[in-house]
Nanobody, 125 residues
């Protein structure tokens, strides 16, 4: 069982930046695809970004493309999401996810095997 723990969320002003981290309890050298989703109250979880193994391939939702960067440090078993030019629509709980065969359906929750507990990101306007 892989345990994922997110950190780095918080309150930020519109236009600001945040870097979210996701620490895995198991070597990410286990060829996991890693990803980020987010969710606001009353809405379904929304795909944000994904990164393949070992880290050269990335994919982003249109809503964050161009202002976000997903990366991973396999030696530290950690994945990151750098988010810039934040706006109120980015306010959500952000979840880290991992899956061995998630890439082909990466935008869908069903593709992912393991989830973190989430970290709140609030963007004030």
């Amino acid at each position: 069982q892989v345990q994922l723990v997110e950190s780095g969320g918080g309150l930020v002003q519109a236009g600001g930046s945040l870097r979210l981290s996701c620490a895995a309890s198991q070597r990410t050298g286990s060829r996991f695809v890693m990803g980020w989703f987010r969710q606001t109250p009353g809405k379904e979880r929304e795909f944000v970004a994904a990164i393949g193994w070992p880290g050269q391939i990335t994919y982003y939702a249109d809503s964050v493309k161009g202002r976000s960067t997903i990366s991973r440090d396999n030696a530290k078993n950690t994945m990151y999401l750098q988010m810039n030019s934040l706006n109120a629509e980015d306010t959500a709980v952000y979840y880290c996810a991992a899956g061995l065969r998630a890439w082909s359906e990466r935008a869908y929750e069903r593709a992912w095997d393991h989830w973190g507990q989430g970290t709140q990101v609030t963007v004030s306007s």
